[in-house]
């Protein structure tokens, strides 16, 4: 194996995992962050607007601009929230509900073949090593904050 970094490994990873995504959504005229999206709204009750962004890791213009155009298509339609009388609720049309139910036989598909030709026990130390990743962020172990006093 050759030597790459663990960064290097997981960024070119998910750009082809990110590439497969957008191919298969492209056969139905959609695009990765359309079915993320999809799959992210409650099918049922909707979803505030506001906890669409942190729950997927958007930034608040992307996410804008993919719920834009998700409307246009008619996948989505925007309600106000009964529980919060400023807030939007982003709901499914049935149209949009038929979108997600294809894109999550998409991601089944990948994980279980994935599954399939991997041990549980790879499996899982991938997870290990992904959990103690995202802890090391998250707690700011790497690279610590440097704070100036004058």
């Known amino acids: ?11 070119a990873t998910w750009q082809a995992v990110a590439k497969m995504y957008n191919e298969e959504a492209g056969k139905e005229d959609s ?10 709204i409650d099918p049922e009750k909707g979803s505030p607007s506001t906890a669409l962004g942190p729950k997927m890791g958007m930034e608040g213009t992307s996410l804008s601009r993919t719920l834009k155009s998700m409307e246009e298509k008619g996948l989505i339609i925007r309600k106000p929230n009964p ?21 999550k036989e998409v991601v089944l598909k990948f ?4 599954r399939d030709h991997v041990t549980d026990s790879d499996l899982q130390g991938f997870y290990n090593v992904i959990d103690v ?13 440097n704070v100036s006093k004058k």
């Open 111 to 114: 994980n279980e073949t994935i």
């Open 133 to 145: 990743i995202n802890e090391f962020i998250s707690e700011k172990k790497i690279y610590k904050e």
């Open 31 to 40: 695009t990765m962050a359309t079915g993320f999206t999809l799959l992210s």
């Open 83 to 103: 529980k919060d009388g400023r807030g939007v609720l982003i709901c499914l049309t049935d149209f949009g509900k038929e979108k997600r139910d294809y894109s």
């Open 1 to 11: 194996m050759k030597d790459i970094t663990i960064d290097y490994a997981l960024r």
